[in-house]
């Protein structure tokens, strides 16, 4: 997904939209093609997968308490995206990160 910084017209844009890929260098932004990926299914890939598969049921099975205490914790672990804006990962994503 594409990140946008709105101004008059458009400031910053960093990543992928349809089939376009957005970029900036010293030059400026910039968009290219966005080549076709592939899909390797190497055992790292599907390893990390399975893992991911099994830390989403694991989430979904929590009580709304729990999940209420990760989400009242990401505002403590703040990120900086790709064109410079702080911002706070949800609580599943703050759940994800640190249990992988």
């Not at 458009?10 to 970029?23: D, L, M, N, R, W």
């Not at 080549?35 to 390893?47: D, E, G, L, V, W």
Request: charged letters at 15%.
């Amino acid at each position: 997904m594409a990140t946008i910084q709105p101004s008059v017209l458009v400031s910053q844009i960093v990543g992928s939209a349809g089939s376009s890929t957005f970029s900036r260098n010293r030059g400026g932004n910039y968009a290219k093609v966005r080549k076709a990926s592939t899909n390797p299914r190497t055992p790292f890939q599907q390893n990390f997968r399975n893992i991911f598969a099994a830390l989403s049921a694991y989430w979904r099975s929590m009580t709304n308490t729990e999940r209420e205490s990760w989400t009242s914790r990401s505002s403590l672990f703040p990120y900086t995206n790709k064109i410079g804006i702080v911002k706070y990962y949800s609580g599943f994503n703050l759940f994800m990160k640190f249990n992988q």
